[in-house]
């Protein structure tokens, strides 16, 4: 079982930065691969932004490379999302996930994962 807490999120203005969180309890944290997933207002879906896996792993989606970071601390079973130069359209509800790392290659679909944190609102004013 694992539960997933994210915080960070908040206002910044375009151009700016935040640092997201997510806190994961109950399994090995190692043995997870951790995604960031993001739904924006009035979307029906939560659309992949981030991922870690295995040793050193990662994988962003085209709108977010070069701008997001997502990385891992093992050892405080945290994973973080940097994210620098904020556009307006990254306004969302950014989601931390969780599934067991199995794959070698990315795993973006959010049906692919069973763990879930409640959410926290990231808004870029312009």
Avoid: H
């Amino acid at each position: 079982q694992v539960q997933l807490v994210e915080s960070g999120g908040g206002l910044v203005q375009a151009g700016g930065s935040l640092r997201l969180s997510c806190a994961a309890s109950g399994r090995t944290f190692s043995n997870l691969a951790m995604g960031w997933f993001r739904q924006a207002p009035g979307e029906n879906q939560k659309f992949p932004a981030a991922f870690s896996w295995g040793a050193s792993n990662t994988y962003y989606a085209d709108s977010v490379k070069g701008r997001f970071t997502i990385s891992r601390d093992n050892a405080k079973n945290m994973v973080y999302l940097q994210m620098n130069s904020l556009k307006p359209e990254d306004t969302a509800v950014y989601y931390c996930a969780a599934r067991a790392a199995r794959s070698a290659a990315v795993v973006a679909t959010p049906t692919d994962y069973d763990y879930w944190g409640q959410g926290t609102q990231v808004t870029v004013s312009s």
